[in-house]
Every structure is written in C-alpha cells, then in structure tokens.
C-alpha cells in the first residue's frame, strides 16, 4: 500500500497569484527571501491580494539561500508572536523551505531541529495554520512537496526534513514569477527539476502515479530548458509547469543518491568560499550517478525507457544509457555548468581548478560519503552504495572520470 499526496488546490497559469484573495482566514504572515520578490513587485502584490481576503498580514523577510537552523527558529518565533492562520511562503526553495520548518516549530514550540529530521516523524499540523507556497523559481517544486532542505553550518550539511504533513495546502505556480529569473538561476533550477525526475522515475518507490508525472517532465524539460535559458517566455512558462509535475513525482516517489551526494557536498566546502549550488551539483552528479545504478537491471531498464522517451535512439539498453548520459552532460555544456567539482568555480562557471582544493576534498572524502549514504535519499535509490563505492563514486564526480564499477 502507498499514499500519493499532493496540495488540495494548486493554481496555475498567468495571473494565479490573484488567487491569494480566496484564501480565507484572519491573519496571514508571509516569509520571502532577500528581495526578489519586493524588486519586482511580487511581495507587493500578494499583500494586497491577502488584505483584500480581508486578513492581517505580516512579514518575515529576508530568508537567505539555503536557510540556517537559526533562521528558522527566529522565523517560528516571530510566528509565536503574530499567531497566523495562514503561512504564505513566495520566491525559491529557500524561503519556501525555511518556512515549511518555522511551521513545524510554530505549531510545536518544543519541537527541536533533531527531531523535525525524523523521517516522516512530523506530529500532524494545521492546529493553528494553513500553508500556501508560491514559487518563484522553476527547480525544487517545494511548493507541491513533502520535503524542506535546512542547513546546519555548524556541521557543513544540509537536512532533509520529510513528510506529507509539510505538503503545502495551496500551491500557486504563477508563470509571471518565473520570468525574472536571472540565467544562471534558470539553468541550476532547470537542471534540479530534471534530476528530480529522472531520481523519481528510477527510485524503488516508483508507482503508475509518480511514472506518469515523471516522464512527461522529462519531455517538457527536454524541449523547454534550453529555450528558456536563452529567453524564450513561453518555454520559461512551461518550464514553470514542468519542474512542479516533477516535484509531484519526487515528493510521492522520493529521491536517489544524487540527491544525497548533492546534500551532504553542497554546504561542505563553504570555508573555501562559496557553496556548490544545488542545482549545478545534481547536474554535474546525474550522469555519474546513472552510470552506477545502471548495474542494476531494473534500474538499466528504466534509463533506458526514459532515453526512449527523450528520441534519443540506442539499439539496446546499454547503449541507450550511454546516450542518456551524453544527453545530459550536452544540457550541462549548454547551461555553462561544469561536468566536476574539480572544475566548479566559486561563481558556479566552468574553470581549470575550481574553488575546492584536492586535497581539501580527499581529506573530507570519508566523511562526506558516510554521510551521504545516510542521507534520507539514499533508501529509494535502485542500487544501495557501500562506503567504497560512495568514495569511488565521489571521485568521478570530483575528477570527471568513468563510473567502472
Ligand atoms: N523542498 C524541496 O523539495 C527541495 C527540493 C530541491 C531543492 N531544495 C532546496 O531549495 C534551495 C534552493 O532553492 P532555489 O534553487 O529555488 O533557489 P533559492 O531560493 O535559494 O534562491 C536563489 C536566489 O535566487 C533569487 N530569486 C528567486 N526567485 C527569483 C526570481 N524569480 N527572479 C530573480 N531572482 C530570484 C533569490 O532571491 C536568491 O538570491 C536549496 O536549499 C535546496 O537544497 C528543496
Ligand atoms: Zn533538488
């Protein structure tokens, strides 16, 4: 037996925003990141959409990219003190995310961070408040799951928090919102959203449910995210469209362990500058990590389904999974996102040596893989890495070799 779950209402299409002024309740308090949304007038907008709904509303701004342990709990304190009915959270998956735990904290103030990163351990919501999540990027689809990424910087990772009880009540993916979004951002999301369904279609919680959202992202990613990387409008709105199907899929079918290397690299190497992007890192991770689960046959079977899918031709399945990978990493060339971490740079571009020293790298190898197979992705990836092949498999991802093994 298996639950699907997804938000009740999920607007779409231009002008979805506007469906803010149905939401009906007292006081709503809305959390935004670090000022897109006020930039282009979208912050705006949703304050007076809530005030017309008749509601009192509040802000949190400010939520910084891959939010903190502390952001949340300053969030969920300001919560205490307003007391919403309903949670507004608009922009990326960051301040969406942070929001989906300030909730959690609101909603149980004796709640600590340990135990919110109890796998599908959350006590029911929704004593006190409502949760509507806007996107404003087209890549995490937080705004339909059941996931929210934190970051403890003490420790250099990033926590998954999961369960169908965070799963937004109302999502609204309102292209307008999308458009904004400069290349880079374009490109990293897109290739988040792309990772998110093909892990989804290959997980071993794969159903007819998540299959059928799985695929048809694929095809729109694959004939959109170029097109709107390089400023077609309306590609960019299907993008939008394209990456929450995505989202459906993952949120029900989980995820893999590009997922878990992305988590648990992402934040590790901060102290030299900068972080590796979700996004890029899944990108950079995704052909890699096929060709490891590619051993296993169900998995080999389902690559190559997806290759069919995408025309990309291949007598056999072997071959399909090669032109699968080469497929991908022609995406990555295209969106200026490098093949490594040896050749990420601090700005994310493609370089001779990137920002992460080798044997800064190699002397945190042991650890990052321990942690990455204890991520909560792993337990649905096809094929279950043992702490040798995690190194192995990180070095190919550091170094851009062949995955042999
Ligand atoms: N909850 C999930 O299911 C899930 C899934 C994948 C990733 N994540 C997490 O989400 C975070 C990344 O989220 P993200 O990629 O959406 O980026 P983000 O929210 O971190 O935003 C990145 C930057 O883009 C800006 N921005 C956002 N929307 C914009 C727009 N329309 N126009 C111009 N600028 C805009 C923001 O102000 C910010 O500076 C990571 O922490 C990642 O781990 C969560
Ligand atoms: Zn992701």
């Known amino acids: 037996m298996a639950r699907f779950c997804l938000p009740r209402d999920v607007y779409h299409g231009k002008g979805a925003l506007e469906n803010l002024k149905n939401l009906k309740g007292k006081k709503a308090v809305i959390v935004v990141g670090g000022g897109s ?19 009192e509303v509040s802000l949190i701004e400010g939520v910084e990219p891959d939010p903190s342990v502390t952001t949340v709990m300053n969030g969920a304190q300001k919560m205490l003190e307003f007391q919403p009915d309903w949670i507004v959270a608009m922009g990326g998956g960051s301040p969406i995310d942070a929001a989906k735990a ?59 928090i999961a369960d169908f009880e965070i799963t937004p009540d109302v999502a609204i993916v309102d292209p307008d919102l999308a458009q ?12 988040d959203a792309m990772t998110h369904a093909i892990e989804a279609y ?51 079918a989980l995820l893999g362990i590009v997922h878990s290397m992305a988590h648990k690299t992402g934040a590790a ?49 072997d071959e399909k999974v ?21 050749n990420y740079g601090a700005d994310s ?21 321990k942690n990455a197979i204890g991520d909560a992705c792993t337990g649905s990836n096809p094929r279950q890495p043992s702490q040798e092949e995690m190194e192995k498999l990180l070095k190919c991802c550091y170094y851009d070799t062949d995955v042999d093994f």
């Not at 996107?135 to 250099?156: L, P, Q, R």
């Not at 571009?349 to 893989?369: H, K, M, S, T, W």
């Open 202 to 252: 290959v997980s071993t919680a794969n159903c007819d449910y998540t299959d059928a959202l799985a695929i048809h992202a694929i095809e729109m990613i694959q004939a959109d995210l170029i097109k709107s990387y390089n400023g077609d409008t309306e590609s960019r709105s299907k993008m939008h469209n394209a990456q929450c199907l995505a989202g459906m899929a993952f949120s029900n």
């Open 269 to 317: 190497f901060a102290d030299y500058g900068a972080h590796i992007i979700h996004g890029a890192a899944n990108a950079m991770y995704l052909p890699k990590v096929i060709a490891f689960n590619a051993k296993d046959p169900t998995a080999k079977k389902r690559y190559g389904i997806i290759a069919d899918y995408m025309h990309l031709g291949g007598n056999n399945d």
């Open 349 to 369: 571009y493609p370089c001779d040596q990137g920002f992460v020293p080798e044997n800064i790298f190699l002397e945190r190898l042991p650890a990052i893989a």
């Open 180 to 191: 904004t979004m400069p290349q880079k951002l374009c490109a990293h999301t897109g290739m």
């Open 37 to 55: 949304m006020k930039k282009f007038g979208f912050l705006q907008k949703a304050e007076e959409y809530l005030k017309a709904a008749g509601m």
């Open 102 to 160: 300030m909730w959690i904290k609101y909603e149980y103030p004796d709640c600590t961070f340990e135990d919110m990163c109890k796998v599908f351990g959350i006590p029911e919501l929704r004593k006190k408040a409502q949760f509507c999540a806007i996107s404003s990027t087209s890549g995490t689809a937080t705004e339909v799951t059941a996931f929210s990424i934190i970051t403890d910087y003490d420790k250099g990772i990033k926590y998954p």
């Open 322 to 342: 090669d032109l699968l990978i080469k497929y991908l990493r022609g995406m990555n060339d295209s969106l200026k996102i490098p093949h490594s971490i040896k």
